[in-house]
T-cell receptor, first 115, second 113 residues
Framework: DSGVTQTPKHLITATGQRVTLRCSPR?????VYWYQQSLDQGLQFLIQ???????AKGNILERFSAQQFPDLHSELNLSSLELGDSALYFC??????????????FGPGTRLTVL | LAKTTQPISMDSYEGQEVNITCSHN???????ITWYQQFPSQGPRFIIQ???TKVTNEVASLFIPADRKSSTLSLPRVSLSDTAVYYC??????????????FGSGTRLQVQP
């Protein structure tokens, strides 16, 4: 158990719909990352938040957005869903203290299926 | 970030030592080398990180030659539970706040009984 929790575990929805994925980081971790893993694309970084502010953006579509709340939990919003958005969505957290350690703690993921 | 190249897959038997080599010719001076392990339908898990020479922890060793253009993850006496995908990552994004990881295709290790 990494200490990172994600809900829901599974989500099935239809094209055109909007969903929200939730992530609670490890206690004390200020940084939250979202990754998407699909069969044909591998693990792709989407976005990073640090203490409530967006810090880095990766391959995140305009239909997707995220935020980190004062209690440090984060939500990833996916709208106008397409079949190709079906994937595993992982949240990770890290302390991001001074130094170079690249250790991120990943949650169990949310499996999204768009029908 | 430096591009990495690793074998797509490897096979081994229980009890053997497994060495997975990663090539990273464009590694920058301040880049670190990090390895993650991922089981099916689970999030990746940090294994080990190093900058040069050799690093060892309770699960693996990481060997980095002087030119740092490659690295080798060594798993001693693997078991069936080591069957997973192993990712080699290189780099550190800018300041201490930007640490997004760039995953390649990884190496799929299959351990046979």
């Amino acid at each position: 158990d990494s200490g990172v929790t994600q809900t829901p575990k599974h989500l099935i929805t239809a094209t055109g719909q909007r969903v929200t994925l939730r992530c609670s980081p490890r206690s004390g971790d200020l940084s939250v990352y979202w990754y998407q893993q699909s069969l044909d694309q591998g693990l792709q970084f989407l976005i990073q938040y640090y203490n409530g502010e967006e810090r880095a953006k990766g391959n995140i579509l305009e239909r997707f957005s995220a935020q980190q709340f004062p209690d440090l939990h984060s939500e990833l919003n996916l709208s106008s869903l397409e079949l190709g958005d079906s994937a595993l969505y992982f949240c990770a957290s890290s302390v991001v203290a001074a130094g170079n350690l690249n250790e991120q703690f990943f949650g169990p993921g949310t499996r999204l299926t768009v029908l | 970030l430096a591009k990495t190249t690793q074998p797509i897959s490897m096979d081994s038997y229980e009890g053997q030592e497994v060495n997975i080599t990663c090539s990273h010719n464009n590694i920058a001076t301040n880049d670190y080398i990090t390895w993650y392990q991922q089981f099916p339908s689970q999030g990746p898990r940090f294994i080990i990180q190093g900058y040069k020479t050799k690093v060892t922890n309770e699960v693996a060793s990481l060997f980095i030659p002087a030119d740092r253009k490659s690295s080798t993850l060594s798993l001693p006496r693997v078991s069936l539970s080591d069957t997973a995908v192993y990712y080699c990552l290189v780099g550190l994004n800018g300041d201490t706040g930007r640490r997004a990881l760039t995953f390649g295709s990884g190496t799929r290790l299959q351990v046979q009984p």
